[in-house]
């Protein structure tokens, strides 16, 4: 995370593990259980973030699932976000519709709930558009995260209705693995989030990630500032 933010990360998404990840694809569906095997949990996440947070200082996100979040205790889990300065609050097994379970608590404490966009989402992009905060995640393909060698949605059609309907930053992700991609995200959003790619990286080097996580951020962000 420390190599992230040193080579350009605007924004990190960090994930709490959870044993259904119903939205993840199998890299990262393999890096929760690995995180569970080895004894992750949301207390220790909640340590690393606040060790983190002494020199990190760009905005950070958790992606975790509602359950993780019910279990703990809704305003015990967003108080504590606060606490440790986590900006937002990613939940993709949410419906837009059920955010009132922890709305309240969000506001409460300042942390953003952040809303998912998909190409599924059709007349209620207006609606979820008008009511977000922090940012906007605009889901690029039906399916699970991943890396993908071609994105066929009709990005721009969402994007326009969402650009009608509120001014707050969008950042597409799902998919998202080249610089290739970013660039032409970029184009048509605020940003893109890239997650499969990175967590390939950590299983690949281990220990040893931080370099090359470190130069993999610099060139996707080389290639959205052009």
């Known amino acids: 995370m420390r190599a992230a933010a040193e080579n350009g990360a605007d924004l990190i998404e960090l994930g709490i593990p959870f044993s259904d990840p119903t939205a993840e694809g199998p890299v990262i569906q393999g890096a ?36 993780v979040v019910f279990s703990y205790g809704a305003e015990r889990f967003i108080s504590t976000c606060r606490d440790i300065e986590i900006d937002g609050l990613i939940l993709p097994d949410l419906p837009f519709e059920e955010k009132e379970e922890f709305l309240p608590f969000c506001k409460k404490y300042g942390v953003d709930l952040i809303s998912l966009i998909a190409p599924t989402s059709e007349n209620r992009i207006a609606m979820i558009a008008g009511e977000a905060e922090g ?29 009608q309907n509120t001014s707050i930053p969008t950042a597409i992700g799902f998919g998202i693995s080249t610089p290739e991609q970013a660039k032409r995200m970029a184009e048509i959003a605020d940003g893109v989030i890239v997650g499969s790619a990175i967590i390939k990286l950590l299983e690949k080097h281990g220990e ?19």
């Open 32 to 67: 929760n259980l690995r995180a569970l095997r080895g004894g992750v949990t949301t207390d220790k996440i909640f340590n690393l973030v606040r060790g983190l947070r002494r020199d990190v200082k760009v905005p950070m996100v958790f992606m975790t699932y509602a359950n």
């Open 135 to 163: 940012f906007l995640y605009i889901v690029s393909s039906l399916g699970v995260t991943g890396t993908r060698s071609e994105i066929r949605t009709d990005l721009d059609s969402i994007l326009e209705v969402v650009r």
């Open 208 to 226: 040893d990630a931080p370099p090359f996580v470190g130069e993999y951020v610099r060139e996707m962000k080389s290639a959205i500032s052009i």
